[in-house]
T-cell receptor, first 109, second 116 residues
Framework: GQNIDQPTEMTATEGAIVQINCTYQ??????LFWYQQHAGEAPTFLSY????GLEEKGRFSSFLSRSKGYSYLLLKELQMKDSASYLC??????????FGTGTRLQVFP | EPEVTQTPSHQVTQMGQEVILRCVPI?????FYWYRQILGQKVEFLVS????????KSEIFDDQFSVERPDGSNFTLKIRSTKLEDSAMYFC??????????????FGSGTRLTVV
């Protein structure tokens, strides 16, 4: 199957930490991407994991466990501008991305 | 920073009409893609293109759709006879090589197609 599941919506407070989970049930896995998408705009690249473990990039970190079919995106020191949808996307056989439905994050002051 | 350029940003067309959506991928990229996103839904893969031919296409990409790289810079998506359900944001994307590098795909800002 090619299912990717992530929560539909999350809320958090400015300055806090939030973790967005993604689970996938797939074959042909070649890596997992996280994208940020503001309403009406294009997805923008945040992170890519192909090996198990944590990748840190500034305020954003992404984790992958291939054996568990699980990834998460960690956002630290949340800012109002982080309010957006966060898309988990699985790289299928290097030919295409299979996207989850996205998690809409709202950051409140 | 290099970017993928799409035109027009918004197109309104009557049902049954043909539309061509245009994209200029990043110049040194070799792989090109079209995705679409119906309002409020997830981003869906349509087609991938490499070495002047389609490498993969989804079930959505039926005979009404076609892609072309007419010259060294443009990459187009044609919908032959538009239907109401074709209304969506269409994103072009390109990548330098097969994914597995950390930069992934670069998406254009999209064309919002409205079929009336």
């Amino acid at each position: 199957g090619q299912n990717i599941d992530q929560p539909t919506e999350m809320t958090a407070t400015e300055g806090a930490i939030v973790q967005i989970n993604c689970t996938y049930q797939t074959s042909g896995f070649n890596g997992l991407f996280w994208y940020q998408q503001h309403a009406g705009e294009a997805p923008t690249f945040l992170s890519y994991n192909v090996l198990d473990g944590l990748e840190e990039k500034g305020r954003f970190s992404s984790f992958l466990s291939r054996s568990k079919g699980y990834s998460y995106l960690l956002l630290k020191e949340l800012q109002m501008k982080d309010s957006a949808s966060y898309l988990c996307a699985w790289d299928y056989n290097t030919d295409k991305l299979i996207f989850g439905t996205g998690t809409r994050l709202q950051v409140f002051p | 920073e290099p970017e993928v350029t799409q035109t027009p940003s918004h197109q309104v067309t009557q049902m049954g009409q043909e539309v061509i959506l245009r994209c200029v991928p990043i110049s040194n990229h070799l792989y090109f893609y079209w995705y679409r996103q119906i309002l409020g839904q997830k981003v869906e893969f349509l087609v991938s293109f490499y070495n002047n031919e389609i490498s993969e296409k989804s079930e959505i990409f039926d005979d009404q759709f076609s892609v072309e790289r007419p010259d060294g810079s443009n990459f187009t998506l044609k919908i032959r006879s538009t239907k109401l359900e074709d209304s969506a944001m269409y994103f072009c994307a390109s990548s330098e090589g097969i994914t597995g590098n950390s930069s992934g795909y670069t998406f254009g800002s999209g064309t919002r197609l409205t079929v009336v």
